[in-house]
Every structure is written in C-alpha cells, then in structure tokens.
C-alpha cells in the first residue's frame, strides 16, 4: 500500500514538473511574407540565424527552409521557436544551383533580403542592424531586392 502512494506521489511531481516547463518554455511562430519576386521560377532559400557568430555563414543557420517559386509573393512560416533575437537573410535561386550567386566584388546577382528590409550599400549587414526580437508569434514583411 506504501508503494502504491509512493507511485502516486512521484507521478504528481512528475506532472506538476513538466506542466511548469510548458508553462516557462512557450515557443513562438514567425511568419515571413516575401513581397517583389520578380520570376516564378527557381526557389526561395530562406535562412534564420539567432546569433552574431554563425550570421551569414553556410551551414550555420539555425534554420533554413528551401521552397519552390510559384508566385511573386511568398508566405512561409516557422514554427516552435525559443523567444530571443533572430535575423533572416534570404535568396532567390532562380537558376536552382544551390547557391547565391555573387559577382567578383561579392554582391549577389540574384534577388535578396533581409529582415528589416535592411538594403546594404557597400557591405552586408551586421547581425545588430536586422535582428528582430521574438517574443510572441510575429509576422515580418521582406521585399526582394537587387543591387
């Protein structure tokens, strides 16, 4: 019988443990809505980076979504995000080879974006200038652009 509310016991803590840590732990969606495709062709490659160290590096996206282009606006979303800082920069692989094309002084050729509809000059952006804070499920426009 001591067993049996031994049990009991440990499975209300258990509960009441994992309840407090959905409670403290709620992720967030952003959704991010890209406006000025030019082609319907070829495919968006969209990147989410939530840190200044990994920011604009290959293969160090916290999350990145490749979608086909069939229309010259897009809507996509990303769900169960932590709350925190996060950047997006994103492409238009019109010629589908996986890869943003850049000419000899490093400027894409292809349409580009970045959250904040950031438009750099002669330099890429720094992490600080596009972060958006996260805090709530949130929408964010981009409109494509090409230097």
């Not at 992720?27 to 062709?41: A, C, D, F």
């Not at 160290?53 to 897009?74: A, N, R």
């Not at 932590?82 to 997006?88: Q, R, T």
Request: charged share 20%; glycine share 4%; with cysteine.
């Amino acid at each position: 019988m001591n067993l049996l509310k031994f049990y009991k016991i440990g499975l209300l803590f258990v509960l009441i443990f994992f309840s407090c840590s959905l409670i403290v732990a709620q992720n967030h969606s952003l959704t991010v809505q890209v406006t000025n495709v030019k082609e319907k062709k070829g495919n968006m490659v969209i990147s989410i980076f939530n840190n200044v160290k990994s920011f604009l590096k290959e293969g160090e996206e916290f999350i990145k979504k490749t979608i086909p282009v069939k229309d010259h606006s897009i809507t996509i979303t990303f769900v169960d995000l932590p709350s925190g800082y996060y950047a997006v920069a994103l492409y238009h692989d019109q010629n589908g080879d996986k890869v943003c094309n850049k000419n000899i002084l490093g400027i894409p050729k292809e349409w580009f974006g970045f959250s904040k509809n950031f438009s750099p000059l002669l330099r890429a952006p720094r992490f600080d200038e596009i972060k958006i804070l996260l805090q709530k499920n949130d929408t964010i426009p981009i409109k494509m652009i090409r230097l």
